[in-house]
């Protein structure tokens, strides 16, 4: 599907796309980054967010940050370096 076209598009040709997984689902919509009811939504969102410069390499960062930070069942928001600007509002942290 999409997710599988974007994943071969940015890691087999380095085209700058964000394939959106459950993490990077999870971050976009808890952060308010790129908040979405489904992965076009939150893709579309993230094209528009992030600057051309990191394109290429958001996907990664967007991934391990919800797979070691922003977790599903518990996030650790003391260890994240954006918790200040988070719109979570179930975050850990003030």
């Not at 308010?32 to 489904?38: S, V």
């Not at 094209?47 to 069942?73: S, T």
């Amino acid at each position: 599907g999409r997710k599988t076209a974007n994943v071969v598009l940015n890691i087999a040709f380095g085209e700058p796309t964000i394939a959106v997984d459950t993490h990077i689902f999870r971050v976009s919509n808890r952060t308010g980054l790129a908040p979405g009811r489904d992965p076009l939504a939150v893709e579309l969102g993230l094209e528009k967010a992030v600057p051309a410069q990191y394109k290429l390499h958001a996907h990664h960062w967007l991934i391990l940050h919800g797979r070691y930070v922003c977790k599903a069942r518990k996030p650790d928001c003391e260890r994240c370096l954006i918790n200040d600007i988070c719109k979570w509002p179930e975050k850990t942290t003030v």
